[in-house]
């Protein structure tokens, strides 16, 4: 049962074949079991239990049901969710309790999910190895020694060790889509517009966007079902018609047209990913696909105006943790360097609280991202990143009028060790080198299991649309799924 797809829980518990109940206690178990890998940071088994009672109740009433009714879906803990902690992988936010729910996680409720407790993230979601929780480091289910990827890691990792099968994430640079690569699972990054952001703590306002983590595709496109859609309280939600993505998935594509992205098959390209994904394009071949070489040329410049664009807005929207109205208030603000005493106390209160509150990463953000909005510095920084992110667009917006999808890896290399790049910055935001241009450009961009190395390591693919054309990507991606076995592979934990 560990790693049943929702669409057969949804099917057996449909049929009476079980409940809600049954289907949650063994998850429990199994959470309970697997606590070394770190997957949760809150973890309530009798609320939980109590949804699934709940449902079981509603069922046995005859009253009408949702589309994921009794179905477990564990949660990325930069969502918010009414009564429960929302830490954001973060000690600033430790003791917060969310007063009113996300969009996203109210269309759950709707729906009849079982939220399945709140999983582990890099810190604010900046990361790509979940390493900076203020909470320590998710393990990957595939081999404890590594990474599961970031920045929500947790919640691939919840889906990939059997947990869940279900779960939410957020994708500011790769962040759902990295770690399902990682982990060998499914991981759909939606359109900037797509789905709501109410609710999602910011780190980078204008790139952030949650979206689905799964087994498989079907379970996917049920998910993004309930996700998507309007939401007058995000003001950047699009009215955009939601296709029946779970209804359509196995349609075949209009139309085949492939483009393999020259820029992502260059230096620095692990050998086992490349030949994965030159397999995957055979495949697409085999199956009438037309495939042709298509290049993005601003996308070399992607990492360093992503560094600008997204620290430059975490500086703003992390300027409201000051230790004031909620999260961590430092107790000892006392001088500590020359001229402090100088300083009103809350000025030295704020200064403390955000010193200890956030972790390293999150201050070199800010730190960046402050420099680059700075008065003299703005036009040669951050006004030019923006021209950038234009031309990136258009080269995207290029590419889709000549094909349906773009083609390339998620990431030069599979997991990689813990440990092993928290020491260089750098090398480990080239871990998003791949990812980051669909953020900037704002498309949609699913990551599906298309290999393993010779350790076992998952290795993933990653497919991309032009904007709304979310049913176009399931669809293409469908036909490779069901051309493969991939999305079936588990890791082998005991």
């Known amino acids: 049962m560990s790693h049943e797809t929702a669409l057969a829980l949804r099917a057996r518990l449909n049929a009476g074949e079980t409940t809600s109940e049954e289907v949650v206690r063994p998850l429990l178990e199994r959470a309970r079991s697997l606590e070394r890998l770190n997957i949760f940071i809150h973890l309530d088994p009798e609320r939980i239990l109590d949804q699934a009672r709940a449902i079981d109740a509603q069922r046995k009433a005859g009253a009408p049901l949702g589309p994921l009714a009794g179905v477990p879906v564990a949660i990325k803990d930069v969502l918010c969710v009414e009564g429960e902690p929302t830490t954001c992988g973060s000690r600033m936010l430790r003791t917060f309790r969310s007063p009113y729910d996300a969009t996203v996680i109210a269309r759950l409720k709707a729906a009849g999910a079982v939220r399945f407790g709140k999983t582990n993230m890099d810190e604010y979601a900046m990361g790509s190895s979940t390493e900076n929780s203020a909470y320590g480091p998710t393990l990957n289910p595939w081999d404890e020694s590594r990474v599961p990827g970031g920045s929500s890691g947790g919640?691939?990792?919840?889906?990939?060790?059997?947990?869940?099968?279900?779960?939410?994430?957020?994708?500011?640079?790769g962040s759902i889509r990295q770690p399902a690569a990682f982990c060998g699972v499914v991981g759909l990054k939606p359109t900037y517009g797509r789905v709501s952001r109410?609710?999602?703590?910011?780190?980078?306002?204008s790139l952030d966007?949650?979206?689905?983590?799964?087994?498989?595709?079907?379970?996917?496109?049920?998910?993004?079902?309930v996700i998507a859609g309007r939401d007058p309280h995000d003001s950047t939600s699009v009215d955009e018609r939601v296709p029946d993505y779970l209804g359509t998935l196995d349609l075949p594509p209009e139309s085949l047209r492939i483009g393999v992205v020259r820029e992502f098959f260059g230096d620095g390209l692990d050998a086992e990913v490349a030949g994965a994904v030159q397999e995957a394009i055979k495949v697409y071949e085999q199956a009438g696909a037309t495939i042709r070489e298509?290049?993005?040329?601003?996308?070399?410049?992607?990492?360093?105006?992503?560094?600008?664009?997204?620290?430059?807005?975490?500086?703003?929207?992390?300027?409201?943790?000051?230790?004031?109205?909620?999260?961590?208030?430092?107790?000892?603000?006392?001088?500590?360097?020359?001229?402090e005493e100088d300083l009103a106390p809350m000025v030295r209160m704020m200064m403390a609280s955000r010193a200890e509150g956030f972790g390293a990463e999150v201050k070199r953000r800010i730190m960046l991202g402050t420099f680059a909005l700075s008065a003299g510095y703005a036009d040669q920084y951050y006004n030019k990143a923006l021209q950038v992110r234009r031309k990136i667009r258009g080269d995207f917006d290029a590419a889709f009028r000549e094909v349906d999808v773009l083609l390339g890896p998620i990431s030069p290399t599979p997991a990689f060790k813990l440990g092993e790049r928290t020491a260089d910055p750098l090398a480990m935001y080239l871990s998003d080198i791949y990812t980051i241009t669909a953020n900037l450009a704002g498309i949609p961009g699913i990551s599906i299991p298309c290999g393993l190395t010779r350790e076992k390591l998952p290795i993933g693919l990653q497919l991309l649309a032009a904007p709304f054309a979310e049913e176009k990507l399931l669809r293409t991606a469908r036909v490779f799924e069901r051309a493969t076995d991939w999305h079936l592979r588990r890791p082998g934990l005991v």
């Open 198 to 205: 109410y609710g999602l703590i910011a780190y980078a306002s």
């Open 294 to 339: 298509v290049s993005l040329p601003h996308s070399k410049y992607g990492i360093p105006a992503y560094y600008i664009v997204a620290p430059a807005e975490c500086s703003s929207n992390l300027a409201r943790y000051d230790g004031t109205t909620y999260g961590h208030r430092a107790e000892d603000f006392s001088p500590r360097h020359p001229g």
């Open 209 to 225: 966007q949650v979206g689905p983590f799964a087994h498989d595709l079907a379970d996917t496109a049920l998910l993004l079902g």
């Open 155 to 173: 919640s691939a990792a919840a889906v990939a060790a059997g947990v869940a099968p279900l779960a939410l994430g957020s994708d500011t640079g």
